[in-house]
């Protein structure tokens, strides 16, 4: 099946917010892994390496998709500033922080991926809806293990 325009668009739309979603959380995950701080420091510094190299693999695969679909992702940092969902990684923050942070991250990106999912099936783009469900299901067992860390 052809896929309309309309289609293409939302999900090129979808996927460019996700890249610049994924460029913002591998800048924040890098902050968190240089800054955090306490008891926690050697476990949370290994894990947010583990995550902010798993964030470029999605990057990377994402904006690979988008190419292949003939779209152009965004590729600065301003782009990325102004079209991602979550917001980069302040000062100061507790270690605490940044893991609530992360999960709360985690789950809004996760909320956008079903929303792109969804446009994927509909549109009949079945490797696109394949791949945001890898990378859905990657996030929502990070997103429990950082809860489970915080004790929620």
Known sequence: MVKTATE???LTELLDKQVANFSILYTKLHHYHWYVKGQNFFTLHVKFEELYLEAAQHLDV???RMLSLRAVPT???REHLELA???????????GE????LASDFTL???????GIAIAEESKDQPTAD?????RASLEKHSWMLEAFLGS
């Open 8 to 10: 293409v668009n939302a």
């Open 62 to 64: 994402i904006a690979e």
């Open 75 to 77: 590729a600065t940092l």
């Open 85 to 95: 969902s979550i917001k980069e990684a302040g000062k100061g923050a507790s270690a």
């Open 98 to 101: 940044m893991v609530k942070q």
């Open 109 to 115: 990106v996760c909320t956008e991926l079903t929303e």
């Open 131 to 135: 791949m945001l469900i890898r990378i």
